[in-house]
């Protein structure tokens, strides 16, 4: 080979380099040298806080377990309702509920609390009241705005039957209920 020929090869063999070089960097960044590519301690030791899911309400869709509060409003009046406790007897059965109005003062009773039974397929709203039974019971007064009351509402049981839940449904507004 004569020196111009070796010259024009010399030229060509780097520009080819140069122009290789260059297109390796332009397009593909250098891979992370191989300890950067292991995770460190800090990363392996930290871990993603666990997601927080509150718990099922009940094992029945819409249906709340005791001690659940629900907000109800009607007719201008706004009042939160809570089913608490149960207790049983020989031929009763008792649920504490708890009402605090939200509005202006409203009317309360036991009349819009219901015993369910057969998967609140059949209510009974048969209350009672006297020797023997959880007290205090729950109260037929007027609640003053951010006023509270808690009682019990007693059924008579019905032979037979076990009640699966309460139900609170004032008229016109649609129910609320809460499994035992």
């Known amino acids: 080979m004569t020196a111009p020929t ?7 063999s780097l520009a080819a380099g140069v122009m290789f070089a260059a297109a390796c960097s332009a397009d593909d960044p250098a891979p992370p040298p191989a300890v950067a590519a292991t995770p460190s301690v800090a990363a392996s030791t930290t871990a993603a806080p666990a997601p927080t899911t509150p ?3 009940s094992k029945k869709p819409g249906v709340l377990k005791l001690g659940q509060k629900q907000v109800v409003s009607l007719n201008g009046y706004t009042v939160e309702v809570a089913a608490l406790r149960v207790t049983r007897g020989e031929d009763y059965e008792g649920v504490q509920v708890r009402t605090c109005n939200k509005g202006p003062e409203v009317g309360v009773s036991r009349l819009p609390w219901m015993l369910g039974y057969d998967s609140f397929e059949q ?10 039974l959880p007290a205090p019971a729950y109260p037929d007064r007027d609640l003053a705005e951010g ?3 808690k009682g019990w509402v007693n ?3 019905v032979p037979g039957e076990k009640p699966d839940g309460i139900q609170y449904k004032p008229e ?3 129910p609320i209920r809460w499994s035992f």
């Open 172 to 174: 016109g507004a649609e």
């Open 155 to 157: 059924f008579t049981s």
């Open 123 to 132: 209510l009974h709203d048969i209350d009672t009241s006297g020797g023997g």
């Open 6 to 12: 070796r010259r024009y090869a010399l030229v060509i």
């Open 147 to 149: 006023e509270c009351t």
């Open 55 to 57: 718990p099922p309400a």
